[in-house]
Structure formats: structure tokens, C-alpha cells
């Protein structure tokens, strides 16, 4: 990611601070098993706390995002857990469409190919260190 991607996704990130993570939460995971219904499999918590989690980890993600040696760390431990929980290389395209929606949505008009692009493209740097990390080829 270019240093200007890295600030549009921090700079971006702030709409969605703001908004309940559950009301997130049930957006993103609604469009994802709409999308794949064989995923839902794979959560056992609550839509709640799964959603608290997923929040949490953007949070982290988008706040180390200009510092990858820490953040690649974090998300090779990622990775692994959820290595355990099932997940496969395929499902991580899945995710990313979900994901990209999910953020349009909430950004409505201020989502432009800027913001597009850099999210796309920190979710690509994301799920490749994930699946890499996995023990998978991307």
C-alpha cells in the first residue's frame, strides 16, 4: 500500500467509529451469508460478539496500518486461529466482497475510487498475509 492509501483507509475509518458495531456487524455478516450461506458454518459465537470482534480487529488493523511490521505479526496470529476454525483460502474472496459492500454502504457519497482503491487494497495486503500465513499459496 502506498503511504496515501494507508492515510485514505485511516482517514476513512473514522465514519465507521462512530457507528454501532453491531448495526455494522449485522450488515456485513447479512451480505456475506447472503452471498455464501455454506460460511455460516464456520461462526459459532453470536452475531453480537462476532461483530464486537470484527470491529475490534479493524480497529487494530486500520490503527497499525502505518506500521506493517507490527501489524503483520497480528495478523499471522490471525491467521493461524482461524486456520483452526476451518477457513480457506476461497473464503477469504468472499470476506473482501462482503467487507468492500459492507463499507460502501456506510460511507455512501464519500465512497469515490479513492477511497475504493485503498481499501481494496488493504484488504488484498490482509487476506494475502492471512493466507500466506496459513500455510497457503496465494
Not at 490503527?63 to 480457506?88: C, F, N, P
Not at 460511507?107 to 500466506?132: K, N, P
Request: glycine residues 6%; aromatic residues 10%.
Amino acid at each position: 500500500m502506498t503511504p496515501q492509501q494507508v492515510q485514505t483507509v485511516k482517514r476513512s475509518w473514522h465514519v465507521f467509529q462512530s457507528i454501532d458495531p453491531e448495526l455494522v456487524g449485522d450488515v456485513f455478516y447479512s451480505k456475506l451469508f447472503l452471498s455464501e450461506p455454506r460460511l455460516q458454518h464456520l461462526f459459532i459465537t453470536s452475531k453480537e460478539d462476532q461483530s464486537r470482534k470484527l470491529i475490534e480487529m479493524l480497529n487494530l488493523i486500520v490503527g497499525r496500518l502505518d506500521r506493517l511490521d507490527e501489524l503483520t505479526r497480528d495478523i499471522k496470529s490471525l491467521a493461524m486461529r482461524h486456520v483452526k476454525y476451518g477457513v480457506q483460502p476461497s473464503h477469504y474472496r468472499a470476506v473482501g466482497t462482503a467487507l468492500l459492500w459492507t463499507l460502501k454502504q456506510g460511507f455512501g457519497q464519500d465512497w469515490d475510487d479513492e477511497v475504493s482503491d485503498a481499501w481494496t487494497h488493504c484488504y488484498e495486503l490482509l487476506s494475502r498475509t492471512m493466507i500466506e500465513a496459513s500455510g497457503y499459496t496465494t
